[in-house]
């Protein structure tokens, strides 16, 4: 038995917590702070005509205003489509057009009511299912000029920021060979994390030149590349910190509001400058949980055994790519589930919409993709009288399948896994009826976790061993509540037996 890790510990942050010892971003306050304030576009999409910030520069304990023409960069992670502040047009509801950092907040919220933005209002899309028509209108009519990731394959010409494919087999061969062949959709909406903590973010700029961020931000250096980049600013010359984090669920990991702090900062004469979102802010100014639309044709014979399956998912990945192009990427690496189908065509679809932007939540796209591939398959097993568990012990992927990519699997254990589920459960027991209203039912799904990465990325940690023997860890784990820190102490503890 291990001495450590699989233990039950004491959390090491546990203590700090509870006694209100740690400092979230909005706890710090630092000297001089100046207060930041953004102005929000009221349409979905519009062309900008005029922005007007003489009224709010005048107003008295107003510092700094700054507009799209101060932060014209385009960045994005793996397309570049977007400015921290719009430029020429906006494109969902909320979108920042303008900046203020004040005295104090009350300040700032005048001078944002000051400034005057003149629009002409375009016609929106607000589905993928609409942004996918031929004849829709452009979301982005300089898509073909964005920089991109070669694993990003946006379409020119259309609202389409990448379209992922997969090819296996001979779908149309395997749907003919079928006893009976079923085509059912579904749809997941937009959700919000809405994690307990808001988002903040603090940037200061040295006298030297050198930016520091604070920020509760999951992936610290993706933001600060994106920042670095965004505004020219060499990699040794700015640093994030993630104070305690209050929650996340993937919608602080990537870059939102440190990229209005930064230049508001770097005009407020080295006052370090706080922006701090509101529950209303948050809700269309940082990543949402992408909506989704799925179609599933699936090819089955009379045994069960699923042999053809044709998939298309819609993404709507909102007004920017960020997360939203990969999401849908890592989406077709699962498009079949853990299963074992040998004629697969399957189409995983980011679209450009007038919403807000779409990003990581809870499972990177993949409790999307299994919402609709387990339903479909629910309701296969339904149409051919099959038992939900037996139809998939029989399409399992198992030691020596291989996946829609082709690679082969060792130590797969779902066979096992479903198993010792319906064995716990009891499955083949059906409850009783709880009331007159009220049934109890058991239902079964299966899934696994699709990479968003190359398969030879690496983790890596750095462990300093002081002279009096105590340990310092060094890794890029941002615990979000989730206990990573508490975990990854085990297990130095465990290898270095101390």
């Given amino acids: 038995m291990l001495k450590y890790v699989g233990q039950s510990e004491t959390r090491v942050d546990g203590v700090r917590k509870v006694t209100g010892f740690s400092r979230y971003t909005d706890d710090l306050k630092l000297s001089g702070m100046l207060y930041a304030k953004i102005k929000k576009s009221p349409y979905p999409h519009a062309k900008i005509l005029k922005i007007d910030t003489l009224k709010a520069e005048k107003l008295p304990g107003v510092k700094v205003v700054i ?3 101060d932060v014209p960069n385009r960045v994005g992670l793996y397309l570049e489509d977007k400015t921290f502040l719009a430029i020429d047009k906006v494109r969902f509801i909320g979108e920042p057009v303008a900046a203020v950092a004040a005295e104090s907040e009350e300040i700032a919220e005048e001078a944002i009511a000051l400034i005057e933005v003149a629009y002409q209002e375009l016609p929106a899309v607000f589905s993928p299912l609409e942004g996918i028509k031929p004849d829709a209108p452009l979301i982005h009519e300089d898509l073909s000029r964005y920089k991109h990731a070669s694993i990003i394959l946006p379409q020119n010409g259309t609202n389409i920021s990448n379209h992922y494919k997969i090819r296996k087999g001979n779908v149309e ?5 079928a006893d009976f062949v079923f085509e059912n959709e579904f749809y997941v909406p937009h959700i919000q994390h809405s994690a307990i903590e808001n988002h903040c973010a603090i940037a200061q700029v040295d006298p030297d030149g050198k930016v520091t961020v604070w920020a509760g931000c999951q992936s610290p250096y993706a933001v600060r590349r994106t920042l670095a980049t965004a505004f020219n600013i060499p990699l040794n010359k700015i640093r994030v910190i993630s104070p305690t984090i209050g929650g996340g669920f993937g919608g602080k990991a990537g870059t939102t509001l440190e990229g209005i702090v ?3 900062a770097q005009k407020a004469n080295y006052h370090p400058v706080k922006l701090n979102f509101k529950r209303e802010d948050i809700f269309v100014n940082t990543f949402v ?6 179609k599933i044709k699936t090819g089955v014979r009379k045994d069960g055994r699923i042999i053809a399956e044709e998939n298309i998912f819609y993404w709507d990945g909102g007004a920017y ?3 939203g192009v990969n ?6 690496y699962a498009s079949t589930g853990p299963y074992d189908i040998p004629n697969v065509k399957a189409d995983s679809i980011c679209v450009y919409t007038n919403h807000p932007v779409g990003g990581p939540y809870r499972g990177f796209g993949m409790s999307e993709i299994h919402f609709a591939i387990e339903q479909n398959l629910d309701i296969v097993a339904y149409r051919i009288g099959m038992d939900a568990a037996e139809i998939r012990r029989k399409n399992a992927l ?8 082709g690679q082969v ?4 254990g779902l066979l096992q896994c479903l198993e010792k589920v319906t064995e716990d459960i009891k499955w083949d027991k059906r409850e009783k009826k709880v009331s007159k209203t009220k049934y109890r039912g058991k239902g079964i799904a299966c899934m696994y976790k699709a990479p968003s990465m190359p398969n030879n990325v690496a983790s890596s940690a750095i462990v300093k061993i002081n002279e009096d023997g105590t340990v310092n860890l060094l890794v890029t784990a941002m615990d979000l509540g989730q206990g990573s820190d508490t975990a990854l102490t085990q297990i130095a503890a465990e290898v270095l037996t101390v």
Avoid: H
């Fill in 262 to 264: 930064i230049p508001l």
């Fill in 409 to 412: 699997l060792e130590n797969v």
């Fill in 67 to 69: 507009t799209g023409k």
């Fill in 289 to 294: 949980r992408q909506g989704m639309y799925a």
């Fill in 327 to 332: 999401i849908a990427r890592a989406g077709g």
């Fill in 321 to 323: 790519a960020e997360y």
């Fill in 173 to 177: 061969k395997g749907f003919k060979e």
């Fill in 398 to 405: 198992k030691d020596g399948s291989a996946t829609v990519t």
